[in-house]
Protein backbone atom coordinates (compact mmCIF):
# COMPACT_ATOMS: atom_id res chain seq x y z
CA UNK A 1 0.00 0.00 0.00
CA UNK A 2 1.18 3.75 -1.28
CA UNK A 3 2.41 5.88 2.15
CA UNK A 4 0.91 9.04 0.03
CA UNK A 5 -2.52 9.45 -0.44
CA UNK A 6 -3.38 11.60 -3.13
CA UNK A 7 -0.51 13.46 -5.33
CA UNK A 8 -1.02 17.04 -6.07
CA UNK A 9 0.94 18.73 -9.02
CA UNK A 10 2.18 22.12 -6.64
CA UNK A 11 1.40 23.59 -2.88
CA UNK A 12 -1.03 26.01 -5.33
CA UNK A 13 -3.14 23.98 -6.72
CA UNK A 14 -3.84 22.20 -3.24
CA UNK A 15 -4.51 25.80 -1.44
CA UNK A 16 -7.14 27.30 -3.86
CA UNK A 17 -8.60 24.11 -3.77
CA UNK A 18 -8.76 22.99 -0.49
CA UNK A 19 -7.99 26.64 1.15
CA UNK A 20 -6.95 24.94 4.81
CA UNK A 21 -7.37 26.58 8.28
CA UNK A 22 -4.06 24.68 9.56
CA UNK A 23 -0.91 24.68 8.40
CA UNK A 24 0.47 21.85 5.88
CA UNK A 25 3.65 20.80 5.10
CA UNK A 26 3.91 20.15 1.11
CA UNK A 27 6.45 16.97 0.69
CA UNK A 28 7.93 16.54 -3.10
CA UNK A 29 9.62 13.46 -2.86
CA UNK A 30 11.01 13.79 -6.18
CA UNK A 31 12.93 16.36 -5.03
CA UNK A 32 13.91 14.31 -1.81
CA UNK A 33 14.92 11.69 -4.79
CA UNK A 34 16.87 13.93 -6.82
CA UNK A 35 18.65 15.49 -3.56
CA UNK A 36 19.80 11.40 -2.61
CA UNK A 37 20.95 11.31 -6.06
CA UNK A 38 23.13 14.10 -5.85
CA UNK A 39 24.78 13.64 -2.57
CA UNK A 40 25.26 9.51 -3.95
CA UNK A 41 27.07 11.09 -7.05
CA UNK A 42 28.91 13.76 -5.42
CA UNK A 43 30.03 12.21 -2.50
CA UNK A 44 33.11 10.02 -2.92
CA UNK A 45 31.86 7.50 0.24
CA UNK A 46 29.04 6.39 1.93
CA UNK A 47 25.53 8.35 2.16
CA UNK A 48 23.51 8.32 5.22
CA UNK A 49 20.66 9.82 6.50
CA UNK A 50 20.57 11.59 9.98
CA UNK A 51 16.65 10.40 10.84
CA UNK A 52 16.86 13.11 13.49
CA UNK A 53 16.14 16.04 10.79
CA UNK A 54 12.76 14.61 9.57
CA UNK A 55 12.08 11.20 10.84
CA UNK A 56 8.82 10.85 8.85
CA UNK A 57 8.10 7.41 7.27
CA UNK A 58 7.74 8.74 3.75
CA UNK A 59 10.87 10.46 3.88
CA UNK A 60 12.58 7.47 5.02
CA UNK A 61 10.86 4.93 2.22
CA UNK A 62 11.79 7.31 -0.59
CA UNK A 63 15.43 7.63 0.57
CA UNK A 64 15.90 3.96 0.24
CA UNK A 65 13.52 3.48 -3.12
CA UNK A 66 16.61 6.53 -4.12
CA UNK A 67 19.31 4.11 -2.83
CA UNK A 68 20.12 5.60 0.43
CA UNK A 69 20.97 2.00 2.51
CA UNK A 70 22.46 3.38 5.59
CA UNK A 71 20.95 5.51 8.40
CA UNK A 72 22.51 7.76 11.31
CA UNK A 73 20.62 7.23 14.36
CA UNK A 74 20.86 9.02 17.59
CA UNK A 75 18.35 7.43 19.84
CA UNK A 76 16.72 3.57 20.56
CA UNK A 77 13.61 4.96 18.76
CA UNK A 78 15.09 6.06 15.42
CA UNK A 79 16.85 2.36 15.83
CA UNK A 80 13.52 0.78 16.04
CA UNK A 81 12.23 3.07 13.08
CA UNK A 82 14.73 2.54 10.67
CA UNK A 83 14.72 -1.19 11.09
CA UNK A 84 10.83 -1.41 10.89
CA UNK A 85 10.76 0.49 7.42
CA UNK A 86 14.08 -0.53 5.85
CA UNK A 87 14.87 -3.67 8.12
CA UNK A 88 18.58 -4.38 6.00
CA UNK A 89 19.75 -1.04 6.64
CA UNK A 90 23.28 -0.52 7.87
CA UNK A 91 22.62 2.00 11.18
CA UNK A 92 25.25 4.53 12.49
CA UNK A 93 24.66 5.49 15.96
CA UNK A 94 27.03 8.83 16.47
CA UNK A 95 25.04 10.12 19.17
CA UNK A 96 28.81 9.62 21.12
CA UNK A 97 26.75 9.99 25.03
CA UNK A 98 24.81 6.80 25.48
CA UNK A 99 23.00 5.13 29.12
CA UNK A 100 23.75 1.34 28.94
CA UNK A 101 20.27 0.30 28.22
CA UNK A 102 20.04 2.34 25.17
CA UNK A 103 23.60 0.51 24.59
CA UNK A 104 21.98 -2.64 24.66
CA UNK A 105 19.76 -1.71 22.70
CA UNK A 106 21.73 -0.92 19.98
CA UNK A 107 23.48 -4.08 20.02
CA UNK A 108 20.34 -6.34 20.00
CA UNK A 109 19.60 -4.11 16.66
CA UNK A 110 22.95 -5.19 15.03
CA UNK A 111 24.11 -0.83 14.89
CA UNK A 112 26.82 -1.06 12.91
CA UNK A 113 29.05 1.35 14.39
CA UNK A 114 29.34 4.12 16.92
CA UNK A 115 30.87 6.95 18.09
CA UNK A 116 32.82 7.97 21.52
CA UNK A 117 34.25 11.63 22.46
CA UNK A 118 35.76 10.66 26.07
CA UNK A 119 37.32 7.16 27.93
CA UNK A 120 33.96 6.93 29.79
CA UNK A 121 31.80 6.47 26.62
CA UNK A 122 34.15 4.04 25.55
CA UNK A 123 34.02 2.10 29.03
CA UNK A 124 30.23 1.72 28.74
CA UNK A 125 30.34 0.52 25.15
CA UNK A 126 33.27 -2.12 26.27
CA UNK A 127 31.59 -5.74 27.31
CA UNK A 128 28.28 -4.75 25.56
CA UNK A 129 29.54 -4.19 21.65
CA UNK A 130 31.18 -7.02 19.89
CA UNK A 131 34.62 -6.97 19.97
CA UNK A 132 35.47 -5.70 15.74
CA UNK A 133 32.60 -3.56 15.83
CA UNK A 134 33.43 0.17 14.43
CA UNK A 135 34.14 2.56 16.89
CA UNK A 136 35.05 6.42 15.83
CA UNK A 137 36.70 8.84 18.11
CA UNK A 138 35.04 12.21 17.41
CA UNK A 139 37.06 15.48 17.11
CA UNK A 140 35.93 18.79 17.97
CA UNK A 141 37.81 21.83 16.92
CA UNK A 142 37.18 25.75 17.02
CA UNK A 143 36.72 25.71 13.07
CA UNK A 144 34.03 28.60 11.94
CA UNK A 145 32.08 28.74 9.12
CA UNK A 146 28.36 27.55 10.73
CA UNK A 147 25.50 29.13 11.77
CA UNK A 148 26.16 27.41 15.23
CA UNK A 149 28.60 24.73 16.67
CA UNK A 150 28.48 21.20 18.11
CA UNK A 151 31.61 21.42 19.47
CA UNK A 152 30.63 22.76 22.43
CA UNK A 153 28.24 20.27 23.39
CA UNK A 154 30.14 16.80 21.56
CA UNK A 155 33.75 15.49 21.03
CA UNK A 156 37.75 15.94 21.98
CA UNK A 157 40.24 17.77 21.09
CA UNK A 158 43.27 16.65 19.29
CA UNK A 159 45.19 15.48 22.15
CA UNK A 160 42.80 13.95 23.54
CA UNK A 161 41.53 11.83 20.51
CA UNK A 162 45.09 10.29 20.29
CA UNK A 163 44.91 8.76 23.63
CA UNK A 164 40.96 7.67 22.92
CA UNK A 165 41.98 6.47 19.94
CA UNK A 166 44.59 4.43 20.95
CA UNK A 167 41.91 2.95 23.57
CA UNK A 168 39.75 1.94 20.24
CA UNK A 169 42.02 -0.47 19.57
CA UNK A 170 43.33 -1.74 22.82
CA UNK A 171 38.92 -2.46 23.86
CA UNK A 172 38.94 -4.74 20.62
CA UNK A 173 37.22 -2.59 18.44
CA UNK A 174 37.77 -1.47 14.67
CA UNK A 175 39.25 2.36 15.13
CA UNK A 176 37.72 4.94 13.09
CA UNK A 177 37.10 9.02 13.63
CA UNK A 178 34.20 11.56 12.68
CA UNK A 179 33.53 15.37 13.29
CA UNK A 180 30.55 17.59 13.02
CA UNK A 181 31.74 21.16 11.16
CA UNK A 182 28.51 22.87 12.28
CA UNK A 183 24.69 23.57 10.86
CA UNK A 184 24.65 25.01 7.61
CA UNK A 185 28.81 25.31 7.25
CA UNK A 186 28.78 26.67 3.87
CA UNK A 187 32.98 26.78 3.96
CA UNK A 188 34.92 23.87 2.06
CA UNK A 189 37.94 24.85 3.85
CA UNK A 190 36.28 23.65 7.08
CA UNK A 191 36.20 19.47 6.24
CA UNK A 192 39.76 20.19 4.75
CA UNK A 193 40.82 21.31 8.28
CA UNK A 194 38.98 19.13 10.19
CA UNK A 195 40.14 16.26 7.75
CA UNK A 196 44.04 17.02 8.09
CA UNK A 197 43.81 17.55 11.90
CA UNK A 198 42.34 13.60 11.74
CA UNK A 199 45.23 12.25 10.12
CA UNK A 200 47.30 13.83 12.25
CA UNK A 201 45.81 12.09 15.53
CA UNK A 202 45.85 8.62 13.74
CA UNK A 203 49.60 9.31 13.06
CA UNK A 204 50.60 10.28 16.61
CA UNK A 205 48.06 7.71 17.92
CA UNK A 206 49.91 5.30 15.53
CA UNK A 207 46.68 3.58 14.50
CA UNK A 208 45.08 3.02 10.90
CA UNK A 209 41.70 4.21 10.76
CA UNK A 210 39.36 2.05 9.00
CA UNK A 211 37.04 5.05 7.92
CA UNK A 212 36.56 8.92 8.47
CA UNK A 213 33.21 10.53 8.92
CA UNK A 214 32.96 13.48 7.66
CA UNK A 215 29.46 14.25 9.20
CA UNK A 216 26.57 16.54 8.70
CA UNK A 217 26.69 20.16 8.53
CA UNK A 218 25.99 20.43 4.92
CA UNK A 219 24.13 23.67 4.08
CA UNK A 220 20.72 23.34 2.47
CA UNK A 221 20.04 26.57 0.60
CA UNK A 222 17.79 29.16 2.81
CA UNK A 223 17.64 31.42 0.11
CA UNK A 224 21.46 32.16 -0.42
CA UNK A 225 22.48 29.74 -2.94
CA UNK A 226 24.38 26.89 -1.07
CA UNK A 227 26.56 24.70 -3.06
CA UNK A 228 27.51 21.20 -1.77
CA UNK A 229 29.75 20.12 -5.33
CA UNK A 230 33.04 22.19 -3.76
CA UNK A 231 32.36 20.80 -0.57
CA UNK A 232 32.38 17.25 -1.90
CA UNK A 233 35.32 18.20 -4.17
CA UNK A 234 37.29 19.58 -0.81
CA UNK A 235 36.92 16.00 1.14
CA UNK A 236 38.25 14.17 -1.65
CA UNK A 237 41.41 16.50 -2.08
CA UNK A 238 42.13 16.91 1.80
CA UNK A 239 41.26 12.64 2.25
CA UNK A 240 44.24 11.84 -0.77
CA UNK A 241 46.39 14.70 0.44
CA UNK A 242 46.01 13.88 4.06
CA UNK A 243 46.06 9.80 3.72
CA UNK A 244 48.35 8.97 0.48
CA UNK A 245 48.65 5.66 1.29
CA UNK A 246 46.26 4.40 2.96
CA UNK A 247 43.21 6.53 2.65
CA UNK A 248 40.15 5.55 5.36
CA UNK A 249 36.59 4.71 3.62
CA UNK A 250 34.61 7.93 3.63
CA UNK A 251 31.09 8.48 4.86
CA UNK A 252 28.99 11.41 5.74
CA UNK A 253 25.50 11.99 7.62
CA UNK A 254 23.34 14.67 6.04
CA UNK A 255 19.69 15.56 7.49
CA UNK A 256 19.35 19.25 7.04
CA UNK A 257 20.75 19.22 3.46
CA UNK A 258 19.32 16.14 2.41
CA UNK A 259 15.51 16.47 3.40
CA UNK A 260 15.50 20.54 3.54
CA UNK A 261 13.96 21.17 0.21
CA UNK A 262 11.94 18.60 -0.48
CA UNK A 263 9.34 20.66 1.82
CA UNK A 264 7.34 23.78 2.12
CA UNK A 265 5.24 25.09 4.76
CA UNK A 266 2.12 27.42 4.04
CA UNK A 267 0.35 29.00 6.81
CA UNK A 268 -2.45 31.23 7.16
CA UNK A 269 -2.94 35.23 7.83
CA UNK A 270 -5.28 34.67 11.17
CA UNK A 271 -5.24 38.42 11.21
CA UNK A 272 -3.40 41.86 10.52
CA UNK A 273 -3.37 44.86 13.01
CA UNK A 274 -3.72 48.26 12.54
CA UNK A 275 0.12 48.51 13.28
CA UNK A 276 1.14 46.42 10.30
CA UNK A 277 1.59 43.20 12.57
CA UNK A 278 0.51 39.48 11.63
CA UNK A 279 -1.01 37.04 13.38
CA UNK A 280 -0.15 33.64 11.45
CA UNK A 281 -1.75 29.86 12.58
CA UNK A 282 1.49 28.87 13.18
CA UNK A 283 4.86 29.96 14.81
CA UNK A 284 8.21 28.85 16.97
CA UNK A 285 6.65 26.06 18.97
CA UNK A 286 5.38 24.75 15.70
CA UNK A 287 6.70 24.47 13.11
CA UNK A 288 8.74 27.64 12.64
CA UNK A 289 10.55 26.88 15.62
CA UNK A 290 14.02 26.77 14.27
CA UNK A 291 13.38 30.36 12.75
CA UNK A 292 14.73 32.03 15.93
CA UNK A 293 17.79 30.20 16.00
CA UNK A 294 19.05 30.16 12.19
CA UNK A 295 18.32 34.17 11.54
CA UNK A 296 15.46 35.79 9.47
CA UNK A 297 14.14 33.85 7.18
CA UNK A 298 13.80 35.12 3.33
CA UNK A 299 11.91 32.54 0.97
CA UNK A 300 8.54 33.43 1.32
CA UNK A 301 5.79 33.44 -0.91
CA UNK A 302 2.56 35.16 -0.55
CA UNK A 303 -0.34 34.20 -2.14
CA UNK A 304 -4.16 34.79 -1.80
CA UNK A 305 -6.55 32.11 -0.41
CA UNK A 306 -7.57 31.98 -4.35
CA UNK A 307 -4.01 30.94 -5.30
CA UNK A 308 -2.72 34.43 -6.59
CA UNK A 309 0.37 35.34 -5.52
CA UNK A 310 0.53 38.97 -3.92
CA UNK A 311 2.30 41.54 -5.59
CA UNK A 312 2.68 44.45 -3.36
CA UNK A 313 5.40 46.62 -2.77
CA UNK A 314 7.26 45.18 0.19
CA UNK A 315 6.55 46.35 3.26
CA UNK A 316 7.87 45.32 6.82
CA UNK A 317 5.49 43.01 8.94
CA UNK A 318 6.57 41.70 12.27
CA UNK A 319 5.54 37.90 12.36
CA UNK A 320 3.55 36.55 15.45
CA UNK A 321 2.36 32.87 16.23
CA UNK A 322 -0.72 31.75 17.00
CA UNK A 323 0.28 30.89 21.20
CA UNK A 324 -0.76 32.92 23.81
CA UNK A 325 2.98 33.65 24.92
CA UNK A 326 4.65 36.99 23.63
CA UNK A 327 7.79 35.21 23.05
CA UNK A 328 6.17 33.53 19.66
CA UNK A 329 7.21 35.81 17.02
CA UNK A 330 10.04 35.13 14.16
CA UNK A 331 12.83 37.59 14.73
CA UNK A 332 13.31 40.94 13.13
CA UNK A 333 10.79 42.09 10.60
CA UNK A 334 9.95 40.50 7.18
CA UNK A 335 9.32 42.20 3.81
CA UNK A 336 5.96 40.72 2.56
CA UNK A 337 3.87 42.78 -0.20
CA UNK A 338 2.45 45.76 0.84
CA UNK A 339 -1.34 43.91 -0.32
CA UNK A 340 -0.96 40.83 2.31
CA UNK A 341 -4.70 40.51 3.85
CA UNK A 342 -6.34 38.32 6.40
CA UNK A 343 -7.03 34.78 4.89
CA UNK A 344 -3.71 35.07 3.14
CA UNK A 345 -1.10 32.05 2.84
CA UNK A 346 2.43 32.45 3.24
CA UNK A 347 4.28 29.93 1.72
CA UNK A 348 7.93 28.97 3.81
CA UNK A 349 10.15 26.97 1.29
CA UNK A 350 12.91 24.78 2.19
CA UNK A 351 11.09 23.32 5.71
CA UNK A 352 12.17 19.98 5.30
CA UNK A 353 14.06 19.59 8.26
CA UNK A 354 13.36 20.00 12.08
CA UNK A 355 10.03 21.44 11.22
CA UNK A 356 8.18 18.42 12.26
CA UNK A 357 10.75 16.98 14.72
CA UNK A 358 10.93 20.86 17.28
CA UNK A 359 6.77 20.66 17.13
CA UNK A 360 5.74 21.14 20.76
CA UNK A 361 1.68 21.19 20.80
CA UNK A 362 1.76 24.76 23.13
CA UNK A 363 -1.07 26.13 23.61
CA UNK A 364 -3.27 23.23 21.25
CA UNK A 365 -1.34 24.78 18.26
CA UNK A 366 0.67 23.06 16.32
CA UNK A 367 -1.47 20.38 14.36
CA UNK A 368 -0.93 20.08 10.88
CA UNK A 369 -1.32 17.86 7.72
CA UNK A 370 1.45 16.66 5.27
CA UNK A 371 0.35 16.89 1.65
CA UNK A 372 2.50 15.18 -1.41
CA UNK A 373 3.11 16.97 -4.66
CA UNK A 374 5.14 16.44 -7.13
CA UNK A 375 7.04 19.75 -7.17
CA UNK A 376 7.31 22.13 -4.39
CA UNK A 377 9.36 25.31 -3.57
CA UNK A 378 10.98 26.79 -6.18
CA UNK A 379 10.08 24.39 -8.43
CA UNK A 380 6.64 24.86 -8.60
CA UNK A 381 4.45 27.67 -10.32
CA UNK A 382 2.42 29.91 -8.58
CA UNK A 383 -0.28 29.81 -11.23
Not at 151 to 174: I, M
Not at 342 to 351: C, K, P, R, S, T
Request: net charge negative; with cysteine; charged share 20%.
Amino acid sequence: MSRYSRIWSTEIDHLKSVTPDHPVLYFSPETLADTARRFRTGFPGLVTYAVKANDNPAVIDTLAQAGIRAFDVASPAEIALVRAAVPGAALHYNNPVRSRAEIDAAVEADVASYSVDGPGELAKLSGRVPEGREVSVRLALPVPGAAYDFGAKFGEPPEGCVTLLQSVVEAGFTPAMTFHPGTQCTDPGAWGRYIETCAEVARQAGVRLSRLNVGGGFPSDRGKGAALEPIFAEIARATALAFPDTPPRLVCEPGRAMVAESFSLAVRVKALRECGGLFLNDGIYGLLAEVPIMGPYARLRTVTSEGRPRNGAPHPRVLYGPTCDSLDRLPGEVGLPGDVDEGDFLIFDGMGAYSTATNTRFNGYGAHEIVTVRRGGHRATQS
